[in-house]
């Protein structure tokens, strides 16, 4: 398959990994952003083939599992009200809230949920329903959140009123900022998400570089695009460089798109998160603005955020903080697994205890 | 005067279409037996009586409930024939006949239901395995969704045949008779109204056929098992197959078929075709020494031209961490009952069994 394949090619891949070998002249540390990296990394076996002195830590940029326990609840509230019907994306479904409930349990009791595969679709669903409030729960990083903006400006267009989006948004700068800030984490180099990237442009990461003396790279997902980039991040790190370095030109340039932060920019306002294990950050999440207050669910419905209770003894904050790796956690594959998901780093395909338990090994 | 209206002709099935009354009697003659008639399930008797035949007895039921009900590649009834048959082709029976159950929701347009009993026809025929005894309940609007269907099924194992997941050996070789994930990421497409270009089809096929060619074509007890990977795809049932068998499997991704067209709706929506199900497929599991024959025995057959051998059983017993003591990467151990998948790159990794339904990544 073109533009796939070439990406995956064994002998390819040998060289690279023979060219970080040999860039590698210390053992360091880098953050892999990303959960798609993450799973990634994992499924094309490149983990287990890399040197020994390169350690790979998962960060805080799975979509699903950054998103607060309290935020579920709050979709809960929403998916019970009498006349809602809730499109979703498809691993927002089984993570758990506050006290266990998931969107599924609550598709199982009655409420209308659906999943869908773009906010478009929940758009077309308010559409043929003009008799149901139809709500999207917003979540995800600057990668999703264009898609949202385009959906909800479109919906203004075709005067379409019974479409809301429950903006959870986040940008994955602030988060980075001040975890990258404690140097008790030791990182010396950050994998930067390719997707995101293509947004924000890789520019945008100069500040983290400087300031906490961080190799960036951009990296694609393919494995050689994963290799060319910790290549890239070994030399830096070898010549004590911090710099920013772009492995993922067919898709990323330097200034990214402004024309999608432009939209985004017109919908949404900067505003204090909550982040599923890290807290509030401040700045790090996108509310919607004033002037399109029609579409913003949790104006237009009253719903307060309950405070967000964590599941006891679950240590997902401290596995998307990238200070400890789910096998350490007591839950992980005994009472936490994928099909039974305790904490939301469980549930989504990208998230860090679902890679580690699909594809490393989960028995204790 | 509700006698005069026919309520075959009503467009729509009603719940007097299951009634037992004469509405009843006349949707099965004017479509099921119009259809599906053959001397024994013409005959309408409480249950089918078939001639004794020399050979074990291999019985099995499954039920369909499949949405959409129609989709490129075939459709509930096609699935609910060729589904069945092949539970009973993976113990090595040849199949006999079928039962059909249906479970109606009134509103049905009735031209729907007549477009899968003649799939069911179709399937039945082509097959050469006739439905012999039927029953038909209409539940009310929303009490069902369009159609259920249950079939079950009655085959003959001849002597010396003895195919089970417990019969894996070490050494043995799995080929898989086709490309994987054809059927699930089509009725995944489907259901999300996602259009991708290319051709998606489900690889609904019956392989009964393909395995009566293989027991004869080899050695007695060269064939140890077979499996259909449906649900959980071949993933899964590979991880069935090591867990029953108490051995380890080995299996290379680049030896493994997959279309382009499902790879590249994969790589869209975040999804691993591994899992994907499969509805005309099978893995077999053969002696080491009889591979290349067998793997020719089913490119032979329409139904395996792309078969393809993809691994191998191993005793395991590796027990210890690929890395070293203090690594916190993950281990990839020999444990029994393991299935490894050697990566396109040349890396390692474990497969383990679908946890849940496959859902799509959000970006």
Not at chain 1, 37 to 64: K, Q, Y
Not at chain 1, 118 to 125: R, V
Not at chain 1, 227 to 243: H, K
Not at chain 2, 240 to 269: D, Q, Y
């Amino acid at each position: 398959m073109k533009y796939v394949d070439e990406f995956r090619d064994p002998e390819l891949t040998t060289q690279l990994l023979h060219e970080l070998t040999a860039a590698t002249t210390k053992p360091f540390r880098v953050m892999e952003v990303c959960g798609t990296h993450t799973m990634a990394i994992f499924r094309s076996g490149l983990r287990a083939m890399l040197p020994p002195a390169i350690e790979l830590i998962s960060g805080p940029g799975c979509p699903v599992c950054v998103t607060s326990a309290s935020h579920i609840d709050a979709f809960l509230q929403m998916a019970e009200l009498p006349g809602t019907h809730l499109a979703v994306f498809g691993d927002l479904f089984r993570v758990p809230g506050s006290n266990g409930a998931t969107l599924a349990h609550a598709r199982a009791r009655g409420a209308k949920i659906d999943v869908v595969y773009s906010p478009m679709d929940g758009l077309e669903l308010a559409r043929q329903n003009p008799a149901e409030q139809v709500i999207f729960p917003g979540i995800g990083f600057e990668t999703t959140t264009p898609g949202i903006a385009a959906t909800i400006l479109a919906a203004r267009q075709q005067n379409i009123d019974n479409f809301m989006v429950f903006s959870t948004h986040k940008t994955m700068l602030p988060p980075l900022m001040a975890l990258l800030g404690d140097p008790a984490l030791g990182i010396d180099g950050l994998l930067c998400p390719g997707h995101v990237s293509s947004i924000i442009g890789a520019a945008a990461y100069q500040p983290l570089a400087e300031e906490n003396h961080l190799a960036c790279v951009v990296g694609g997902f393919e494995p050689t695009d994963i290799l060319q980039a910790l290549i890239l991040m070994a030399r830096q790190i070898s010549e004590g460089r911090a710099e920013v370095k772009n492995a993922y030109t067919r898709a990323v340039t330097w200034e990214g798109n402004p024309r999608a932060r432009s939209m985004v920019d017109t919908i949404f306002e900067p505003v204090d998160m909550e982040w599923r294990g890290l807290g509030i950050i401040g700045g790090s999440g996108l509310a919607i603005r004033k002037e399109f207050a029609g579409f913003d669910a949790q104006s237009r419905l009253s719903i307060t955020v309950p405070e967000s209770k964590e599941p006891p003894g679950c240590l997902c904050g401290q596995i998307l903080k990238g200070i400890t790796t789910p096998p350490t956690c007591p839950l992980f594959g005994r009472r936490c697994t994928p099909s039974s998901p305790i904490g939301p780093c469980m549930v989504s395909s990208e998230g860090t205890c679902s890679a580690w338990f699909t594809y490393g090994n989960h028995t204790r | 005067m509700t006698q005069n209206i026919s309520p075959h002709r009503a467009e729509t099935i009603l719940l007097d279409h299951g009634s037992g009354g004469l509405a009843s009697q006349e949707l099965i003659s004017s479509l099921f037996l119009k259809h599906l008639g053959n001397k024994v399930l013409s005959a309408l008797e409480d249950s089918a009586v078939m001639d004794n035949q020399p050979g074990r007895l291999a019985f099995t039921t499954d039920s369909y409930v499949v949405d959409p009900i129609f989709f490129p590649g075939g459709d509930i009834g096609t699935l609910a024939v060729h589904g069945t048959i092949n539970d009973l082709a993976m113990r090595g029976a040849r199949p006999l006949c079928l039962s059909l159950g249906l479970i109606l929701e009134e509103g049905l347009p009735l031209v729907d239901l007549e477009r899968i009993i003649i799939s069911i026809r179709d399937a039945s025929q082509n097959s050469g395995v006739p439905i012999v005894t039927g029953d038909t309940k209409v539940v009310p609007r929303g009490k069902a969704d369009k159609i259920f269907i249950n079939t079950s099924g009655i085959g003959l194992v001849a002597d010396g045949v003895e195919i089970s997941a417990t019969r894996a050996q070490a050494g043995d070789k799995i080929i898989l008779s086709g490309s994987m994930g054809d059927h699930g990421i089509t009725i995944m497409t489907r259901r999300a109204g996602i259009a991708l270009a290319g051709d998606l089809r489900s690889d609904s096929m019956a392989l009964h056929a393909l395995v009566q060619r293989l027991l004869a074509g080899l050695p007695p007890g060269s064939v140890h098992t077979l499996r259909d990977p449906t649900r959980g795809g071949v993933a899964t049932t590979l991880c069935e197959i090591a867990g029953s068998s108490g051995l380890m499997i080995e299996i290379e991704e680049s030896r493994i078929p997959v279309r382009t067209e499902v790879r590249a709706a994969c790589e869209i929506l975040g999804l691993d075709p591994l899992y994907l199900a499969n509805e005309g497929k099978c893995l077999a599991l053969v002696a080491p020494e009889v591979a290349e024959q067998a793997l020719a025995l089913m490119q032979a057959c329409p139904e395996g031209a792309e078969a393809a051998i993809i691994g191998t059983v191993t005793s395991g017993g590796r027990s210890s961490s690929i890395h070293g003591a203090s690594d916190t990467r993950p281990s990839l151990t020999g444990d029994p009952g393991r299935v490894t998948l050697k990566t396109t790159i040349g890396g390692t990794r474990v497969i383990t069994p679908l946890h849940g339904a496959p859902l799509p990544r959000i970006c």
